[in-house]
Structure formats: C-alpha cells, structure tokens
C-alpha cells in the first residue's frame, strides 16, 4: 500500500517511469518501496458505439496522509505520466479507513 492503478497508460510506459515514481512517492511519504502497488488496467472505451482512446486517469488508493501529502503525491503523479507524452492526467485519490482495510485477516 499505496495502490496506483494505470487506466489508458500504455504498461511500457509505465515501466520507463516506474522506478522514479515510487523513489519520489517513497521520499513523499515515507513508505517502504515494497509497500507500492502499481498495476495498469487494460481496458476498452466506447463513444458513440466504437473504440475510442480513453482518458489517463491514475487511481491511487491509500491511508490518509493529509492534504499536503496528497498534493505533492498527485503532482509527481502527473509529471511522471505527462513526460511519457500522456496530456490532461487526472490522479484521483480513494481513502482507506484502518478498520476496513485487512491483511491476513487483521485490519490495521
């Protein structure tokens, strides 16, 4: 934990930027690299009855770490995907409360 998820970032563009993430969100908030989950999901968008390319849209789900963390976070975030070419990035962030959050069956 923390959890990112990629939607419409292609996974080789993840990879290149991937290590400087999680070094920056490591001195951000003071997590574990072990503890970062990045996955990219593969997924189909569809206006107006075909395909289209969907918007980049990071979820990050966590603990509360504040606003100022958060921002700093969401703003690494969006550099590190714009700099793969990615434009208008939306970061959206999902709080996890300790006593629904269980890992091996004990929450935190």
């Known amino acids: 934990m923390p959890i990112l998820k990629f939607n419409a970032i292609k996974a080789n563009d993840v990879k290149i930027f991937s290590r400087e993430l999680v070094d920056e969100l490591q001195r951000i908030t003071g997590s574990p690299r072990e ?11 569809i206006t107006d009855g075909t395909e289209a390319e969907g918007p980049p849209i990071v979820e990050v789900r966590w603990f509360d770490r ?8 969401a703003k690494s975030i969006t550099r590190h995907v714009q700099s793969a070419g990615y434009q208008n990035v939306d970061v959206i962030f999902t709080i996890f409360r300790e006593t629904s959050y269980y890992e091996n069956g004990e929450h935190f």
Not at 36 to 44: K, M, Q
Not at 66 to 73: M, P, V, W
């Open 66 to 73: 504040g606003q100022e963390l958060q921002d700093k976070a």
């Open 35 to 45: 503890y970062f989950t990045l996955e990219v999901i593969s997924s189909v968008f």
